[in-house]
């Protein structure tokens, strides 16, 4: 079902205007630390507790959703990689420790959080999430909106990966050495527990889950992910890496002005690619840039 737009367009680009005044602070911040909806279908986890609790590394992968940041040109979003990953304890503290490590695979996000911090442990109980932090990782600075970024970043990853969105997610108690702190990065408040943002103040419009950067495929590319589009509709293209396009069409989101899945398939002949979508613009960039992703891929 498509909801219907006011008569005067819609953008949830809009909500955001009020933090491009810190991107350049935050940007500045991320640059610094280079070594530094619905829910993705993440292997089911019971929940884990702190670090002397949890069961031990196993050898198995476990697909989680890690939370990076990405520059909308006008603020920061959310921006999300489905990953393959050892399982260190279950979904929620691999997904957890991929956040805080804050490697992404596309050059274009960003980790949010001082790489040298650790996730001592996840804790689930009473309808609260405790994820338990080293000293370390509250050690870095940076501009308001990236410290809320990297506090939604948990956040997002914790939750997805205990299965709950939404309404249905839990909030989450942040703790420093197994112990509550009054504040993150001097601006977050942490003393009581953190609800997941409305994704559409917090994340990228339009959101590419498969295939990942660099991923080699078959001929037969499906390209899959979340979009808050107008009307439901979301363009897209695939071009060679010197910008010549080769096939563009337009994709359908399940429900329009809200975080809904899409997919489409694109045959290709062998070779590299880069394979964008975007937020269809009725404005006409009135509105502002226009929200975008992209996945350079492989073709066998």
């Given at each position: 079902?498509?909801?219907?737009?006011p008569?005067?367009?819609?953008?949830?680009?809009?909500?955001?205007g009020?933090g491009?005044?810190?991107?350049?602070?935050?940007?500045?911040?991320?640059?610094?630390?280079?070594?530094?909806?619905?829910?993705?279908?993440?292997?089911?986890?019971?929940?884990?507790?702190?670090?002397?609790?949890?069961?031990?590394?196993?050898a198995?992968?476990i697909?989680?959703?890690?939370?990076?940041?990405?520059?909308?040109?006008?603020?920061?979003?959310l921006?999300?990689?489905?990953?393959?990953?050892?399982?260190?304890?279950?979904?929620?503290?691999?997904?957890?420790?991929?956040?805080?490590?804050?490697?992404p695979l596309?050059?274009?996000?960003?980790?949010?959080w001082n790489?040298?911090g650790?996730?001592?442990?996840?804790?689930?109980?009473?309808?609260?999430?405790?994820?338990?932090?080293?000293s370390?990782?509250?050690t870095?600075t940076?501009?308001?909106?990236?410290?809320?970024?990297a506090?939604?970043?948990?956040?997002?990853?914790?939750?997805?990966?205990?299965g709950?969105?939404?309404?249905?997610?839990p909030?989450?108690?942040?703790?420093?050495?197994?112990?509550?702190?009054?504040?993150?990065?001097?601006?977050?408040?942490?003393?009581?527990?953190?609800?997941?943002?409305?994704?559409?103040?917090?994340?990228?419009?339009?959101?590419?889950?498969?295939?990942?950067?660099?991923?080699?495929?078959?001929?037969?590319?499906?390209?899959?992910?979340?979009?808050a589009?107008?009307?439901?509709?979301?363009p897209?293209?695939?071009?060679?890496?010197?910008g010549a396009?080769?096939?563009?069409?337009?994709?359908?989101?399940?429900?329009?002005?809200?975080?809904?899945?899409?997919s489409?398939a694109v045959?290709?002949?062998?070779?590299?690619?880069?394979?964008a979508?975007?937020?269809?613009?009725?404005?006409?960039?009135?509105?502002?840039?226009?929200?975008?992703?992209?996945?350079?891929?492989?073709?066998?």
């Open positions: 079902m498509t909801t219907k737009a008569a005067s367009g819609w953008s949830a680009r809009a909500r955001s009020a491009a005044a810190v991107v350049a602070v935050a940007l500045a911040w991320l640059s610094g630390c280079a070594d530094s909806g619905s829910t993705p279908t993440p292997t089911p986890t019971s929940a884990t507790s702190r670090a002397s609790e949890s069961p031990a590394p196993t198995d992968v697909k989680v959703a890690v939370y990076y940041a990405v520059s909308s040109g006008t603020d920061l979003r921006a999300r990689e489905i990953r393959p990953l050892p399982d260190v304890g279950g979904a929620a503290l691999t997904a957890a420790r991929a956040v805080l490590a804050g490697e596309d050059p274009d996000y960003h980790g949010l790489p040298r650790e996730v001592l442990g996840v804790r689930a109980a009473d309808g609260v999430v405790q994820v338990d932090l080293s370390s990782a509250a870095s940076t501009g308001s909106m990236g410290a809320v970024l506090v939604q970043a948990l956040v997002y990853a914790v939750t997805d990966a205990l709950a969105a939404g309404s249905k997610a909030p989450v108690q942040i703790l420093i050495a197994g112990e509550v702190v009054d504040q993150l990065f001097g601006v977050v408040g942490t003393r009581e527990p953190i609800a997941r943002a409305d994704p559409l103040d917090v994340r990228q419009l339009v959101q590419i889950d498969d295939p990942n950067e660099g991923d080699r495929v078959s001929r037969t590319v499906t390209v899959a992910g979340e979009a589009v107008f009307e439901a509709t979301m897209w293209r695939v071009t060679t890496p010197g396009e080769v096939q563009a069409g337009v994709a359908r989101t399940a429900e329009g002005q809200t975080f809904s899945p899409f489409f045959t290709l002949k062998p070779g590299k690619y880069l394979v979508v975007t937020e269809d613009d009725p404005s006409g960039g009135a509105g502002g840039p226009v929200a975008t992703d992209t996945r350079a891929i492989v073709v066998a």
